[in-house]
C-alpha cells in the first residue's frame, strides 16, 4: 500500500538561511551585531574564516515534532553541501530525508511541482516553510516566516506558533476523520 502511505505522509520543505538557523563571519558581527554573543551559537571555522552560527529557539523541538508526521526536506538556494555542513554544525542534519540546493532550483526557484513529481506525490501534499516565499513557483503554497538574523529575539517562538499553520495545510492529509474514511476505502 506505498501510495497510500505516501499520500498520509506529506512532504514539507523547509529553508535553512535565516528560517533554522543564521551564519556570519565574526568580523562583520563584530561591526554590526554587538548583541550576537546573547545567542546560543558556536564559534567555528567555517571555509578557513572565523563564523558564528546559531539556531533558532526551538529549533530541535521543531524539527523532532515535524520529524513525526511528515518527510522533511532542507532547501537552500546556495550548494547544498555548505547547507549540509551547517546543518550538521547543529546536529539538525537527522531530521532531513534529503537535502537540495541551488542544482535542483528551475529558473533561480524552488520549484515544488518539480519536486511533487519527483516524489510522486501530490501538490495537496507538499509544502514550504521560507522567510522568502518569492523564492518558489507556487508561492501559496509557502508558510511564511520572520527571518532569524544575528541579532534576533533570544526568546523568538516563530518556529512554535508556526507549527498550527503547518497542521492546517496538511489539515487534508493528517485529520483523523479522514484516516477513518481512507482505511475504510483501503479495506
Ligand atoms: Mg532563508
Redesign the pocket.
Known amino acids: 500500500m506505498n501510495v497510500y502511505n505516501n499520500y498520509m505522509k506529506g512532504a514539507l520543505v523547509i529553508?535553512?538561511?535565516?528560517?533554522l538557523l543564521t551564519i556570519e563571519r565574526i568580523s562583520y558581527l563584530k561591526i554590526f551585531h554587538k548583541n550576537y554573543y546573547k545567542q546560543k551559537g558556536k564559534h567555528i571555522d567555517f571555509f578557513g574564516k572565523e563564523h558564528y552560527i546559531m539556531p533558532r529557539p526551538f529549533v530541535k523541538k521543531f524539527l523532532e515534532l515535524l520529524n513525526k508526521k511528515f518527510d522533511l526536506i532542507a532547501w537552500?538556494?546556495i550548494d547544498s553541501k555548505i547547507t549540509e555542513e551547517k546543518l550538521k554544525i547543529l546536529d539538525l542534519n537527522k531530521y532531513f530525508k534529503r537535502i537540495l540546493g541551488k542544482d535542483e532550483l528551475i529558473d533561480n526557484k524552488k520549484n515544488l511541482t518539480w519536486l511533487s513529481s519527483g516524489l510522486k506525490i501530490s501538490l495537496n501534499d507538499i509544502a514550504a516553510i521560507?522567510?522568502?516565499p518569492e523564492?518558489y513557483d507556487l508561492p501559496s503554497s509557502v508558510i511564511k516566516i520572520s527571518?532569524w538574523l544575528p541579532d534576533g529575539d533570544i526568546k523568538d517562538n516563530e518556529l512554535m506558533k508556526i507549527i498550527n499553520l503547518i497542521e492546517l495545510k496538511f489539515s487534508k492529509v493528517v485529520s483523523p476523520e479522514l484516516k477513518k474514511i481512507e482505511n475504510l476505502i483501503v479495506a
Request: zero cysteines; glycine letters at 0%.
Open positions: 529553508d535553512v538561511d535565516e528560517t537552500s538556494i521560507d522567510d522568502k523564492f527571518p
